[in-house]
Structure formats: structure tokens, C-alpha cells
């Protein structure tokens, strides 16, 4: 439960508001009880200052203490507060609370009244038990003529600010908890749009794992999660396929395998269960020797295969100076090419370029290639080899002049077991992996391979390119 992106997220968010709501709250609060109490204070000053100004004329020896009263009687109406006047001694002269509890005549001895007298202004704020609220007492000085004649002492209360105070902390309680209500909602929200997506991917990798390769996920966003989708769709398609390339392969590997295979069976028990002469005998050996060599050829073709697949670039990449081996595997061409009547002419020019390419694989492409120009050119036919560097690659060519290749096919022959004529290329043993091959180890090593025609139409020419290894460097 706790493992899920979808709780992690909305504790997450709901942690935040809880945090960022309580340090507003406290700070708004703070700030709005400072502002309120200041003003509270300048206007109870403003006040004090009045009533002292009128007050200050009746302050003689012996003041009137029922005009004083009724004076600040007046005040206090005005402002909804008791307002206490003293002499310079601290005797109540005047009290606008006249009945019960009124202090008229003793001596008030309170702080702020204390500093009112050395010409400040008193204040403080505490609470009353008496009235069981919050109040404010302010004393300002009475002056007349440089002389302090005594105090006005006002104390009010702060009911009301309290009580804004109060309803704004409700209000930010309200408001933290509708916050954290639409942040579980929209997280919830957001997470399952996370999270579906990721749930629906594990459940299609799991199904892969078990053997349905068939999975495709639906791609709802184009964010980071819909990237991933494509790429998870792409990948599974990719995984569909080369099952698929590699089901083929197999079934047309066993196939070709099966035609020799039957030859072999069929002769093997005829010599087994017939007897026949000496020339008979030997005939039959030389078609089962014949099927061998063809079996074998395959077998070695299909390694050969398998084992450019296997391996990586690293491990056969070298830079190497290829034109001996080149040179070397040419001549022994020719004179295969001789006994069948061709002729072969070869220029072999780079000096030293180097390619990553390593010599055993350049020999299979020239012995393919050339292979191919031999038997596929009738007696009489010419094949023309050349390696040169053509801008940063290395390029080689193969132009004969045999039967050529109708464009229908240009592409097609670099396919695995394709042959053009089955029957043709069955009588001179081929596979139809040759081409297979040495596309595969041009394309390993980032090159590029194509067939055209040959010189005047006649004929065909392969030519590949690889990049020269400074060109890569
Ligand atoms: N130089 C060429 N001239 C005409 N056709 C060609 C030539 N090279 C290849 N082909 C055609 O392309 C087909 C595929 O060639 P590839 O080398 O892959 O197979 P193969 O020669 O039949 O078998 P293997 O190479 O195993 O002996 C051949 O069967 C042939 O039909
Ligand atoms: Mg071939």
C-alpha cells in the first residue's frame, strides 16, 4: 500500500499544504495581532491626548471631581471605554464608572499612570479576570504649562480584535482543509494517471515474459509515461518480428536441409538393399558424396551466419592493412576461375587504408562475391575485381558478364535461401546464403552494398562500401 506511486504522491502533497498552510497561518495571524494592537493603541493615545487637553484646565489645586467625572463620563461614551483621570499623585479625580466599583478618591497605583507622571505614555495589554476578556490600558500625562498635572487612563477592550482574529484563524482552517481535500482528489486524480498506464505496461511485460510476445499498450499522453508507451509498443513489435525472422529461418534452414537429406536416405538404402555392379555402386557413392559436400556447405554457410550475428564489433574491428589478403585470396580465385574457362583480371589499389574489418571477413565477401560471378557466368565470360578508396570508404567491385540479374530481383537475392532459378543454382550446389552473408558483414560494419547491371548492360556488378577507419575515427 505503502509501496504505491499513488499514496507516495498524495502524502506527499498533502504533507506540503499542511506545511505551507501552518507557517502562512502563523505568520498572517502574528503580523494581523501586531497591526490591530498598534492601531488599537494609537487611537486610545489620540483619545488620552483629547481627554487630557480638555481635562487639563480643571486640574487646579483641587479639582471638581464631579466635573472631571462628568468629563470623562462623556469621553468614555464616545470611545465604548473607562476612561480614569488622576491628579499628579495618582488620586482618581475623575472615573466615568460612577456607580459600583468606581475609584473616585483613592489612589490608583499602576504602572502606566506611574510613567503617564514622568511625562511618557504608560500601556500594556493583559487579560482581566474581572471582566474575563483581554484589555488595553494606556495613560498619557496631563500638561499645562510645562507642568504635569496628572493622568488620563484609559482601559478598553480588545474583545473585538480577538474576535476578528478568531474568525480569521477559522477561516484559514477552512481553507486548509478544502486545500487538502482538492490535493487528495487532484492527486489521486494525477496519480492514477501515472500509475494505470505503468500498471497496464508491468502487466503487458509480464504476459512477454511468459511467452505472448502479441502486446501493445494504448498511448494516452505525449509526456514521459506516452514516450515510454511508443517505445514499449516499438520494442514489442521489434521482439514480434525477429521471433518471427528467426521461426523462418529455421523452418527454411530445415527445409533445405531436408532435400539433400532424402537424396541420402533414399541412395543409402538402395545400396543397402539392392546389389548392384561395381559402376553402379561407384555412381551412387559419387551422388551421396555430392549431397555431403552440399550438406556440408550449408551446415558451414549457416555457421557462418550465426556467427557474424554473435559477434559484437569490438571483437573482430581492426585496423588492418587488407590489400595482401585481398591480393592472396584474388589469385587463388583466378585460377578457379581459369578451370571454368573465365577470366578473371583484378586492381587492387589503397595503399594502406585501414578499415576496421578483419581479414577473415573481408575474404568471405571476396569469395562470395566472386564465387557467385564464377558460376553464374557461362565459359568464355569475363570478371572484372577492383578495390579503390572513393572518398572517405573503401569500395570494391565484382562486374562479370554472365546472366545478370533482372531488376525484379535486385533486392531480393541479398535475402536469406533467395535464389533467382532454384534449379540452376541447386545443380551448382548453392544455398542462397552467400549474398546473406556478406550483406550482413558489410552492414556490421557500417557499410553499404548494391547490384547493378554490368559493363554495357551485360552481366551484373556488385559494389559495396565500408568507411575508412580516419573517416570513423
Ligand atoms: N553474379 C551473379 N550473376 C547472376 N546472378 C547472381 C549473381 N550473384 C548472385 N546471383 C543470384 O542471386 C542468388 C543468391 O546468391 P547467393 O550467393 O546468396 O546464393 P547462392 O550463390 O545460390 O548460394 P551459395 O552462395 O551458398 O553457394 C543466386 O542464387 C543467383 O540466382
Ligand atoms: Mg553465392
Known amino acids: 500500500m505503502f509501496n504505491s506511486i499513488r499514496t ?3 502524502v506527499t502533497y498533502l ?26 493603541f494609537e487611537t486610545m493615545q489620540r483619545a488620552g491626548n483629547l481627554v487630557a487637553e480638555f481635562s487639563s484646565g480643571y486640574m487646579k489645586e483641587s479639582p471638581d471631581i464631579g466635573t472631571v467625572s462628568t468629563l470623562a463620563e462623556d469621553f468614555a461614551r464616545q470611545i465604548g471605554s473607562r476612561v480614569i483621570i488622576t491628579d499628579h499623585r495618582q488620586r482618581v479625580v475623575g472615573d466615568s464608572l460612577r456607580v459600583g466599583g468606581g475609584l473616585l478618591n483613592s489612589l490608583l497605583n499602576r504602572d502606566e499612570i506611574s510613567r503617564a507622571l514622568e511625562g511618557e505614555v504608560g500601556q500594556s495589554v493583559q487579560f482581566s479576570q474581572q471582566s474575563n476578556q483581554w484589555v488595553m490600558q ?27 482574529l478568531k474568525d480569521i484563524r477559522r477561516f484559514l482552517g477552512v481553507a486548509t482543509a478544502v486545500a487538502i481535500l482538492l490535493a487528495a482528489f487532484l492527486g489521486a486524480l494525477f496519480a492514477h494517471h ?14 512477454m515474459a511468459r511467452g505472448d510476445l502479441n502486446q501493445r499498450v494504448p498511448v494516452q499522453s505525449n509526456d514521459e509515461i506516452g514516450r515510454l508507451a511508443i517505445q514499449f509498443n516499438h520494442m ?23 532435400t539433400p537429406l532424402t537424396s541420402l536416405n533414399i541412395m543409402v538404402k538402395s545400396l543397402k538393399e539392392y546389389t548392384l555392379d561395381v559402376k553402379e555402386q561407384k555412381e551412387f ?21 550465426t556467427r557474424i550475428d554473435r559477434v559484437s564489433m569490438d571483437d573482430t574491428m581492426q585496423s588492418a592493412d587488407i590489400v595482401p589478403a585481398v591480393a592472396a585470396t584474388l589469385e587463388m580465385l583466378k585460377k578457379r576461375a581459369e578451370t571454368e574457362g573465365i577470366l578473371l583480371q583484378y586492381s587492387v589499389q589503397p595503399e594502406a587504408s585501414p578499415v576496421y574489418i578483419s581479414a577473415h571477413q573481408i575474404k568471405q565477401i571476396l569469395f562470395n562475391l566472386v564465387d557467385n560471378a564464377i558460376k553464374y557466368t557461362p565459359a568464355g565470360g569475363t570478371i572484372i575485381v577492383a578495390l579503390y578508396n572513393e572518398g572517405e570508404e573503401l569500395a570494391l567491385s565484382v562486374t562479370d558478364t554472365g546472366y545478370g540479374i533482372p531488376t525484379e530481383h535486385k533486392d531480393k537475392i541479398f535475402e536469406r535461401f533467395y535464389r533467382i532459378d532454384k534449379a540452376r543454382s541447386r545443380e551448382q550446389g548453392g544455398t542462397g546464403l552467400g549474398l546473406a552473408i556478406v550483406k550482413e558483414i558489410v552492414i556490421r560494419h557500417g557499410g553499404k552494398i548494391r547490384v547493378e547491371d554490368g559493363e554495357g548492360g551485360q552481366g551484373s556488378r556488385f559494389i559495396l562500401t565500408i568507411p575508412l577507419a580516419r573517416a570513423i575515427a
Open 285 to 305: 557413392l559419387s551422388d551421396i558424396d555430392m549431397e555431403l559436400e552440399r550438406l556440408m556447405h550449408l551446415v558451414e554457410n549457416l555457421l557462418d551466419l
Open 236 to 258: 514489442s513489435s521489434r521482439m514480434q518480428e525477429m521471433t518471427r525472422q528467426l521461426k523462418d529461418f529455421v523452418a527454411n534452414a530445415s527445409h533445405e536441409m531436408r
Open 15 to 40: 504533507a506540503l499544504i499542511l506545511v505551507v498552510m501552518a507557517l502562512t497561518s502563523f505568520f498572517l495571524l502574528n503580523i494581523l495581532e501586531q497591526y490591530y494592537l498598534s492601531y488599537h
Open 8 to 10: 507516495k504522491l498524495t
Open 138 to 164: 494606556i495613560a498619557v500625562p496631563i500638561i499645562s504649562e510645562n507642568t504635569i498635572l496628572g493622568s488620563v487612563f484609559i482601559s478598553s477592550s480588545l474583545n473585538h480584535v480577538y474576535q476578528i
Open 194 to 207: 501515472i500509475t494505470v498506464p505503468i500498471e497496464l505496461m508491468t502487466q503487458a511485460t509480464e504476459n
